[in-house]
């Protein structure tokens, strides 16, 4: 196990809330603000989207404000418009919100968009358009020319594209920024430190992929139970191009890819929370399997990020175990924030092969665009709404 992490309780377990306690360290501290930025979030009766407005429920830094959905649930409370799929109530903060449509004139400051790709690409740029930073949990942006694909802990470098993505596209205010697809955020959490380390040539990846990735209602029971589909529609194609932009780097101007050989397999199975990644590597470097193994144990966020309310100071959990990690044991590691590593050995076709975990819904997710969204909030991205229509108000009195 990792270091810095917390030990194994008796059952196995790791413990759901992984490396709390460093942000009382020095130079870790994360203190509630005397106004909290005003959320909504898109899309907020899917599945996705209850994992936002249930993380935002009590979030130190983030009020919840607004929820908007389809034209079917426009109208409704939020208790009366969602179908909940969560352990636990509806959070109090929520359930009274009416659901407004997709009209990018909400009362906050930034949105949150778990909407379906079939609608987000549109929608998005309408918010943006409209003054709105669009935190992203869909597909159609992510490869954008000027928008940031973001895993903090990866690439908070690529933030600087903002400006240039505002400039390029008649944005005022507003701009885009997203998470990568759920399959890839515990993949290039863990390539990281071994990229920084060592350097990447090639890597060879097999997804077990749980059914919640699916959305809901999601694959047929007669066609997953006992089963494994070996087939996810565009899985593959985003596990092999998204790494390459965010293992890449922003020169000023664009986005440069990172250059590495990447093939995947995507297999759907009947686990329902936690994507299982099966992962060989070949390295620029030669490097000892100790050395492989402390470059992950090791692998920490500087200052800046670890006083994010959702981050953990080591992302990376890595098991003794030979048969870890699993689903059931390992998947809401870190409050379902940690990439969970175990079986690195010596690959005989490559240099060294692991299995990772990470939760699907969470780090690869909901979880993945909070975390986004506490990076732009602490980085000056986000301005009040209210205070603009103030300055506008008061301009046209004089």
């Given amino acids: 196990m990792s270091v810095d992490s917390a030990q194994q309780d008796s059952n196995g377990q790791i413990p759901l809330r992984q ?80 659901v407004k449509g997709l009209d990018p004139t ?30 992203s949990n869909a597909k159609n942006h992510r490869m954008d020319a000027y928008v940031p694909l973001l895993i903090p802990e990866v690439n908070a470098a690529h933030l600087e594209a903002i400006p240039i993505q505002q ?26 430190p071994l990229a920084d380390a060592f350097g990447l040539e090639k ?16 694959v047929a029971t007669l066609d997953i139970q006992g089963n494994v589909i070996p087939f996810i529609s565009g899985e593959e194609e985003k596990m092999e191009t998204e790494p390459q932009k965010l293992l890449g780097k922003w020169d000023g101007s664009r986005f440069v890819d990172a250059g590495v050989g990447l093939t995947a397999h995507c297999n759907r199975v009947p686990v329902l929370d936690g994507h299982l990644e099966c992962v060989s590597i070949g390295l620029k470097k030669i490097a000892s399997l100790r050395e492989v193994q402390e470059a992950l144990r090791t692998f920490e966020v500087d200052a800046e990020l670890a006083a994010l309310p959702s981050a953990l100071r080591h992302p990376i959990v890595v098991l003794d175990e030979e048969n870890r990690p699993q689903p059931r044991r390992d998947v809401d590691a870190g409050a379902g924030m940690a990439a969970v590593v175990g079986r690195v050995r010596e690959c ?28 732009l909030a602490a980085r000056g991205f986000f301005k009040s709404r209210v205070d603009q229509s103030q300055s506008v108000e008061e301009s046209v009195s004089k």
């Fill in 167 to 192: 400039k390029k596209c008649g944005y005022d205010r507003g701009f885009i920024v997203t998470n990568p697809n759920c399959s890839t955020a515990g993949l290039v959490l863990v390539l990281k």
């Fill in 203 to 218: 890597v060879f990846v097999v997804t077990l992929q749980a059914v919640s990735g699916a959305g809901y209602p999601g």
């Fill in 19 to 98: 490396n709390t306690a460093d942000k009382g360290l020095p130079g870790y501290s994360v203190k509630p603000l005397e106004k909290k930025w005003r959320a909504g979030v898109l899309g907020a009766t899917g599945l996705v989207g209850q994992r936002i407005v249930k993380l935002l429920c009590d979030h130190p830094w983030f009020e919840l404000t607004e929820v908007a959905a389809s034209e079917r649930s426009s109208g409704k409370c939020y208790s009366e418009a969602v179908c909940w799929h969560l352990d636990g109530p509806i959070p109090a903060n929520a359930r009274d919100l009416i």
């Fill in 106 to 135: 909400l009362d906050c400051d930034f949105v949150f968009s778990a909407l379906d790709s079939s609608v987000a690409g549109s929608a998005e740029e309408d918010f943006a358009r409209a003054g709105y930073p669009v935190v």
């Fill in 348 to 375: 005989p076709l490559l240099d060294v092969k692991l299995t990772l975990l990470s939760h699907n819904l969470v780090r690869g997710a909901a979880g993945a665009a909070v975390l986004n969204a506490e990076l």
